[in-house]
């Protein structure tokens, strides 16, 4: 009789672990990783480059539209005002979650605008304080996909035509977000001039489309480096 032998197979051990399996799994989860924040980073430069250039497109157009208004009536052009600009790209970001009605933007009664609870605090953002800004006027509108025409004859066609026929006015910001488009008018006054300082707003506000440039680069860079 042949004895009967038991044959063992020997288990494998760690070191025995299939390391070349495991590195390319982990190779194609980093490539896949890679791939997707990558496409994240160009979605979201795209977005916002197209999200500035539309608002830059109402907002220069309705400037335009003032100025030719004005030179109609021999008045003197607004000229941009940054730290005006800076307070109504705040308080248009404020109203943008209320809905256009017939008694919102220039349809308002004087007297009764939107509540600003925040506005004391959007002047600290814009390096600004009530006593060089009493003189100057908030215009807040409120028009649906901000049609170029529709906003511009919100302002030269309602009850904001006086402020944009006043010699005292001579200067001007815009700011836009969603349906609502907000117009700061300042004077050459101390109360009113949106001083103090320069005309130029803090460094933080005026680089901040700047963080779209960077994730444009950074896609750029991503992309090269997948």
Known sequence: MTPFHHRFRPHKSCSDFDTDSFTDQTKLLMASFQRYVVLTLIIHSIFCINRLVKC????????????????????????????????????ADQFKNQPCTNTTGSNTVPGTEPDSPNYIQFLSKCHLNVTTTRDGAVLPACVPNLDSTL????????????????????????????????????????????????????????????????????????????
């Not at 066609?157 to 010699?167: A, F, I």
Request: proline letters at 3%; hydrophobic letters at 40%; a negative charge.
């Open 56 to 91: 830059d497109d109402e907002e220069d157009s309705l400037l335009s539209g003032i100025n030719s208004y004005r030179a109609t009536l021999n008045l003197t052009t607004l000229t941009q005002n940054d730290r005006a600009k800076c307070l109504a790209d705040k308080m």
């Open 151 to 226: 906003v511009l004859s919100n302002y030269t066609r309602s009850q904001y035509s006086m402020y944009l026929n006043d010699t005292k006015f001579t200067g001007i910001g815009i700011g836009s977000e969603d349906n609502w488009i907000v117009v700061v008018l300042t004077t050459s006054t101390p109360e009113g001039g949106f001083a103090p300082g320069s005309n130029d707003v803090n460094f933080g506000y005026k680089i901040a489309p700047v963080h779209c440039l960077v994730f444009v680069i950074v896609a750029f860079l991503s992309f090269l480096w997948a």
